[in-house]
């Protein structure tokens, strides 16, 4: 061969390689690594209880979202063993041809009739949910609008429809009212999260109803955070108000709650049917395996019979509220079991997540683009089955650590 082709070859190979200069490129993470200040991908040897092990070592758990304890509850694991005996492992196929079984079926009944819809639709996964039916509805006419503050499923749910996105200041009505103006006689779409995942606030939903009716818009609430902790019975933000009849779709997870993975949106049967054959990352994705399906259908019927679980939830997250902010942290605006911590700086709240893993109390890091630039924080988050005990020791820990980092006085 000739030396200049080799040799123009060899170029155009470096040249595609160049792809992954981004990779080498990132040293942040192993920088923190090096110092012992990395809070991520910490190995848990144990179920999702409010104590876990790690490294050997038992810790209380405070960054977990198993708000009414029942990823490790007897009739949950029961419920998904005795699925994999009779279903097997997996259904081997997307939900649109050979992966529904009869046990899907039958969830998404009792998902509608517990959420007060016509219809309901699972998914394998809360982040496939608002991926499948944010792009599925928004067209290339329409708008999608958002919180500033959405999840990030929203936000790429909006990035992958055809139609334009728009966002308002978080939970800023008059921000709101101000961009449903200026899309007067095109279809809109506002989705919000019910209780968002950071700061632990609620949407305002009687005012986005208020709105979304003045302004000719439709309403998806992505509750994730809200089903199993607002409401009398559970059923999250939109019962939390008494405006269930006034929320068009509401989209849950299985991961928080619900003691599982998974996802599912429910709403009108015309729409529910509609999403089922245009949501893309429905009818292109592996269906829920039937463990995931049992355990959720076992843990509806937990916390339908025990109402008990969502008042201790409550008692905790009221008791931890007042307990941080009578040490003197920042909470911000939460009033739910999320109960940020504000740091302001990432590799601060790094050093604090780490110092409180010495402790003995596991806790989460949310640094930008989780949150905004200078707003870093830990997040703590509290479950039905924390002790008293469990949240004095944590407390303590946290006292420690604020006036070791100068935080709290």
């Given at each position: 061969?000739?030396?200049?082709l080799?040799?123009n070859?060899?170029?155009?190979?470096?040249k595609?390689?160049g792809i992954?200069?981004?990779?080498?490129?990132?040293t942040k993470?192993r920088?923190?690594?090096s110092?012992?200040?990395?809070p991520?991908?910490r190995?848990?040897e144990?179920?999702?209880?409010?104590?876990?092990?790690?490294d050997?070592?038992?810790?209380i758990?405070?960054?977990s979202?198993n708000?009414?304890?029942l990823?490790?509850?007897?009739e949950?694991k029961?419920a998904?063993?005795?699925a994999?005996?009779k279903?097997g492992?997996?259904?081997?196929?997307?939900?649109f041809?050979n992966?529904t079984?009869?046990i899907?079926?039958?969830l998404?009944?009792k998902?509608?009739r517990?959420?007060?819809?016509?219809a309901?639709?699972v998914f394998?996964?809360?982040?496939q949910?608002n991926?499948?039916v944010?792009?599925a509805?928004?067209?290339k006419n329409d708008?999608?609008?958002?919180?500033?503050?959405?999840?990030?499923?929203?936000i790429?749910?909006?990035?992958?429809s055809?139609?334009d996105?728009?966002?308002?200041?978080?939970?800023?009505m008059?921000?709101?009212?101000?961009?449903?103006?200026?899309?007067?006689?095109?279809g809109?779409l506002?989705?919000?999260?019910?209780?968002?995942?950071?700061e632990?606030?609620?949407?305002n939903?009687p005012e986005?109803v208020?709105?979304?009716?003045?302004?000719?818009?439709g309403i998806?609430?992505?509750?994730a955070?809200?089903?199993?902790?607002?409401?009398?019975?559970?059923?999250?933000?939109?019962e939390?108000f008494g405006?269930?009849?006034?929320?068009?779709?509401i989209m849950?997870?299985y991961s928080?709650?619900?003691?599982?993975?998974g996802?599912?949106?429910?709403?009108?049967e015309?729409v529910i049917?509609?999403?089922?054959?245009f949501a893309r990352?429905?009818?292109?994705s592996?269906?829920?395996?039937?463990?995931?399906v049992a355990?959720?259908n076992?843990?509806?019927d937990?916390?339908?019979r025990e109402p008990?679980?969502?008042e201790r939830?409550w008692?905790n997250?009221?008791f931890m509220?007042?307990?941080?902010?009578?040490l003197g942290?920042?909470t911000?605006t939460?009033?739910t079991?999320?109960?940020?911590v504000?740091?302001?700086?990432?590799?601060?709240?790094f050093?604090?997540?780490m110092?409180?893993h010495?402790?003995?109390v596991?806790?989460?890091v949310?640094?930008?683009?989780?949150?905004p630039?200078g707003k870093?924080?830990?997040?703590?988050?509290?479950?039905?089955?924390?002790?008293?005990?469990h949240?004095d020791?944590?407390?303590?820990?946290f006292?420690?650590?604020g006036r070791?980092?100068?935080?709290?006085?």
């Amino acid at each position: 061969m000739d030396g200049k082709l080799v040799q123009n070859s060899s170029m155009a190979v470096n040249k595609q390689a160049g792809i992954f200069d981004k990779c080498s490129g990132f040293t942040k993470a192993r920088e923190f690594m090096s110092i012992g200040l990395y809070p991520y991908f910490r190995v848990i040897e144990s179920a999702q209880d409010p104590e876990v092990t790690i490294d050997g070592r038992r810790m209380i758990m405070v960054g977990s979202n198993n708000y009414l304890g029942l990823t490790n509850h007897p009739e949950v694991k029961e419920a998904a063993i005795a699925a994999i005996k009779k279903y097997g492992s997996g259904c081997a196929g997307s939900r649109f041809l050979n992966g529904t079984l009869d046990i899907h079926v039958k969830l998404e009944e009792k998902l509608a009739r517990f959420m007060g819809k016509e219809a309901a639709l699972v998914f394998s996964t809360g982040f496939q949910v608002n991926l499948g039916v944010i792009s599925a509805l928004v067209g290339k006419n329409d708008i999608v609008i958002i919180d500033k503050m959405d999840h990030a499923s929203i936000i790429d749910g909006s990035r992958l429809s055809f139609g334009d996105t728009k966002k308002f200041r978080h939970n800023d009505m008059a921000d709101l009212d101000r961009v449903l103006k200026d899309f007067n006689g095109r279809g809109k779409l506002i989705v919000v999260d019910g209780v968002f995942s950071m700061e632990g606030d609620i949407a305002n939903l009687p005012e986005i109803v208020r709105l979304a009716r003045k302004h000719g818009a439709g309403i998806m609430v992505d509750d994730a955070h809200g089903i199993g902790v607002l409401g009398p019975g559970g059923r999250g933000t939109a019962e939390h108000f008494g405006i269930e009849d006034d929320i068009d779709l509401i989209m849950g997870t299985y991961s928080k709650s619900l003691a599982s993975i998974g996802g599912f949106i429910a709403g009108r049967e015309d729409v529910i049917h509609y999403i089922k054959h245009f949501a893309r990352s429905l009818i292109f994705s592996a269906s829920p395996p039937p463990s995931t399906v049992a355990s959720v259908n076992a843990a509806l019927d937990i916390i339908e019979r025990e109402p008990e679980r969502i008042e201790r939830l409550w008692e905790n997250t009221r008791f931890m509220l007042k307990g941080l902010k009578d040490l003197g942290f920042n909470t911000g605006t939460s009033e739910t079991p999320i109960i940020p911590v504000g740091v302001v700086e990432d590799e601060a709240a790094f050093r604090m997540a780490m110092m409180l893993h010495e402790e003995g109390v596991f806790a989460n890091v949310a640094v930008s683009p989780a949150v905004p630039v200078g707003k870093a924080l830990i997040r703590t988050s509290y479950m039905a089955t924390h002790t008293q005990e469990h949240l004095d020791k944590v407390l303590e820990a946290f006292k420690k650590v604020g006036r070791a980092t100068g935080l709290i006085q």
